[in-house]
């Protein structure tokens, strides 16, 4: 099985929590009383624990020494359940960044580390090569300390097995990322290269002639408490605001975007999709203390606020939210044609039967194939938007085959519902979601309404 490989700089972040209730009578600084210490998977560590939360198969290459941080780090790595192959020096320490905090203010941080020499990086360069047909999207965390002193030669040869690349860089020679996919600069790093951005005329200007000059797919600039900016060749940019939240540790939140941005496009997302779903996802993060992973359950509980279906959430991601809540699920499906009062109580009394109401409808040439060459006369878009807007249903997927049998099979709803003018046995995918543990229900359809009579009484009324 193919996962997201995230090579680069690995850390350790450590936390000392303490009371800081008076000042040192050696010096003008305050004295913390030690309470609690916490480390945290940081760096290179922290977008591949970000993947992993979000039941992403993921693979994290990088450089460790050999030290008592390491020890902590595998464990770590280990208990988050993210495979590893780590390359140890015995010369360098590893990469830890030790905060202090005093009465919830961090008062200072001590960073140990020393830049790797370039035969660690060699050495990783080889690694991953060796490795690269598992690898569905390559992400290349970079944090200035060595590990990736061979970036350009990862990304030609990721490219030329086309595979996608995403950089968080760093540092002020951004060629050596060049024919990368897409890049994740925030707003220092981007005007460290550019110079400074006037207004956001300026800043897109600057964005999509830097895409262009490194020849890139895409370049996407974060802008920290004012979301962040998409650039794309032949496309408007685009702008995401930050979702209204309290800050409170920006830590990392540059690695949640990248590790969400490669969680979409390995699940088959767009570049839009998937930067709207990172922007989600960092959104969470800077309200959480320290570097932290943010799962899929709460950027879906957080999208659900905006929107009722966000535009990048797949279906069986949604069906894998909800049962983990305890939330059961109907299925139901139809043509749907031209919704009438019939429709709308039906869909009603189904919902009651459980907690999420799915609808699948057979799109326009299963429709045709069902009812004739004349049908169906609202397309699946209009059918999808209309059935979308009504309460009682929480998703509308389409299927092109006579029956959904495939889709019953993918989700193994919890209730199968169908109109009472079927029978159990005739109702398609009945076997199997009994056979699962499901249950079969018929519901009465209102009477008087029916689509085939309402184009009926339409096409008299034209032909008078």
């Known amino acids: 099985m193919k996962s997201i490989f995230v090579v680069g700089d690995i850390m350790l972040d450590s936390y000392y929590f303490g009371q800081a209730l008076r000042v040192s009578p050696e010096a003008p600084i305050p004295v913390v009383n030690h309470i609690e210490i916490s480390h945290k998977l940081g760096g290179a560590a922290n977008v591949a624990h970000s993947l992993a939360a979000s039941d992403i198969n993921v693979r994290l290459f990088g450089v460790i020494g050999e030290d008592a941080s390491a020890k902590i780090l595998r464990d770590l790595l280990e208990n988050s359940g993210i495979k590893s192959e780590l390359i140890a020096s015995s010369h360098s320490p590893t990469i830890n960044k030790l905060r202090v905090y005093g009465g919830g203010q961090q008062i200072v ?29 390559l992400v290349l965390s970079d944090y200035a300390k060595g590990t990736l002193c061979n970036a350009s030669d990862l990304i030609k040869e990721a490219k030329r097995r086309s595979i996608p690349v995403l950089v968080d860089p760093k540092g002020k020679d951004f060629d050596r990322y060049r024919q990368a996919s897409i890049l994740t600069p925030n707003k220092s790093e981007f005007e460290a290269i550019v110079g400074q951005c006037t207004s956001n005329k300026d800043l897109e200007r600057k964005a999509q002639n830097l895409r262009e000059n490194l020849d890139l797919e895409a370049l996407i600039v974060t802008l920290s408490e004012q979301g962040m900016i998409l650039v794309e060749k032949d496309c408007k940019p685009l702008h995401l605001a930050a979702l209204a939240r309290d800050v409170v540790d920006v830590t990392g939140a540059g690695d949640t975007v990248i590790a969400w941005i490669a969680r979409g496009l390995m699940t088959g997302l767009n570049v839009k999709q998937a930067v709207t779903q990172a922007n989600v996802a960092s959104s969470i993060v ?89 049908r169906p006369i609202n397309s699946l878009e209009s059918r999808t938007k209309v059935l979308m807007a009504l309460s009682s249903v929480d998703y509308v997927v389409s299927f092109s085959e006579d029956t959904p049998i495939e889709l019953i099979k993918e989700i193994t709803p919890d209730f199968l519902v169908k109109g009472g003018d079927y029978t159990s046995k005739e109702i398609v995918g009945s076997d199997y979601v009994q056979k699962n543990g499901g249950k079969v229900l018929t519901i009465d359809f209102v009477e008087g309404f029916s689509t085939s009579k309402l184009i009926e009484t339409a096409s008299k009324l034209e032909s008078k």
Do not use: M
């Open 286 to 374: 800077v309200s959480k203390q320290g570097a932290q992973a943010v799962s899929l359950s709460e950027v879906l509980s957080e999208a659900s606020k905006i929107k009722k279906v966000p535009p990048f959430v797949t279906l069986l991601e949604l069906v894998s939210t909800w049962r983990e809540k305890g939330q059961t699920i109907i299925f139901t499906n139809g043509c749907f044609d031209i919704l009438h009062e019939g429709h709308v109580t039906y869909l009603e009394e189904a919902r009651k039967c459980g907690d999420k109401l799915i609808v699948a409808i057979n799109d326009d040439e299963s429709v045709r194939r069902l009812k004739g060459d004349l």
């Open 109 to 137: 941080r001590i960073d140990f580390e020393v830049v790797f020499p370039e035969e660690y990086g060699n050495a990783l360069k080889l690694e991953v090569l060796d490795s690269l047909d598992n690898c569905s999207v």
